[in-house]
């Protein structure tokens, strides 16, 4: 599959709900799926789950923009969406049924993207140590344009300084976490309260002596 064609998916109307047509459903190598926003009314589907992981982008995941052709009675009708929710097998790892939410193309979306840390920072290179609290991070973008992550550079990041989530951007995404938030912050050595410690030991010695 060729990156253009990442988006792309076929689903079918399906008319019957409940355990027991999901179960039916699996048997057959499908899974029930939803769609709905924008004002208009629910649309039950079926689709593939090895189809709807091969349509993923492969760097955006779960965060990939959907152009899915649904196909019913009449003519198939084209809707954009993203997905929103999702029940999987933990064990097998295997999607058990899917929700999409139709979008605006020249819309945002708000959802989540992973964090990660890059870089050595001067404060641990001084004998800091790091300590990072963000594992994702809330955006809003067009659906075509959601980041694959927020990469976090944390080599200027010195001891007892922090970095926090208005020191950071994204291209083509708003960052919707509060400004204040830490995302990343260096503790100073501890070599300083150790050679306190010592000191104080040595004080009290010379007192008793």
Do not use: W
């Given at each position: 599959m060729t990156e253009t064609t990442f988006g792309k998916l076929t689903a079918k109307i399906r008319q019957a709900t409940g355990k027991g047509v999901a179960r039916k459903?699996?048997?057959?190598g499908l899974i029930p799926a939803v769609i709905y926003g924008k004002g208009e009314g629910n649309v039950?589907?079926?689709?593939?789950?090895r189809e709807l992981r091969r349509a993923?982008?492969?760097?955006?995941?779960?965060?990939?923009?959907?152009?899915?052709t649904i196909e019913g009675d009449g003519a198939p009708v084209v809707e954009q969406c993203?997905?929103?929710?999702?029940q999987a097998d933990p064990i097998r790892d295997e999607f058990l049924h899917v929700d999409f939410l139709r979008v605006d193309p020249d819309g945002e979306v708000v959802t989540k993207i992973p964090v990660e840390y890059v870089g050595r920072s001067v404060g641990v290179v001084a004998g800091g140590k790091l300590r990072t609290y963000q594992r994702t991070a809330r955006v809003a973008a067009k659906p075509a344009h959601i980041p694959v992550k927020l990469t976090v550079d944390?080599?200027?990041?010195?001891?007892g300084e922090?970095?926090?989530?208005r020191d950071l951007s994204l291209d083509n995404a708003r960052l919707l976490?509060?400004?204040n938030v830490v995302v990343?912050?260096?503790d100073p050595p501890r070599v300083a309260k150790v050679d306190d410690a010592a000191a104080a030991a040595d004080a009290k010695k010379g007192k008793k002596k």
């Amino acid at each position: 599959m060729t990156e253009t064609t990442f988006g792309k998916l076929t689903a079918k109307i399906r008319q019957a709900t409940g355990k027991g047509v999901a179960r039916k459903l699996r048997t057959e190598g499908l899974i029930p799926a939803v769609i709905y926003g924008k004002g208009e009314g629910n649309v039950m589907l079926t689709v593939s789950p090895r189809e709807l992981r091969r349509a993923m982008d492969p760097n955006r995941r779960l965060n990939t923009f959907f152009t899915v052709t649904i196909e019913g009675d009449g003519a198939p009708v084209v809707e954009q969406c993203v997905l929103t929710d999702y029940q999987a097998d933990p064990i097998r790892d295997e999607f058990l049924h899917v929700d999409f939410l139709r979008v605006d193309p020249d819309g945002e979306v708000v959802t989540k993207i992973p964090v990660e840390y890059v870089g050595r920072s001067v404060g641990v290179v001084a004998g800091g140590k790091l300590r990072t609290y963000q594992r994702t991070a809330r955006v809003a973008a067009k659906p075509a344009h959601i980041p694959v992550k927020l990469t976090v550079d944390i080599s200027a990041l010195a001891a007892g300084e922090s970095l926090r989530m208005r020191d950071l951007s994204l291209d083509n995404a708003r960052l919707l976490d509060h400004p204040n938030v830490v995302v990343a912050h260096v503790d100073p050595p501890r070599v300083a309260k150790v050679d306190d410690a010592a000191a104080a030991a040595d004080a009290k010695k010379g007192k008793k002596k």
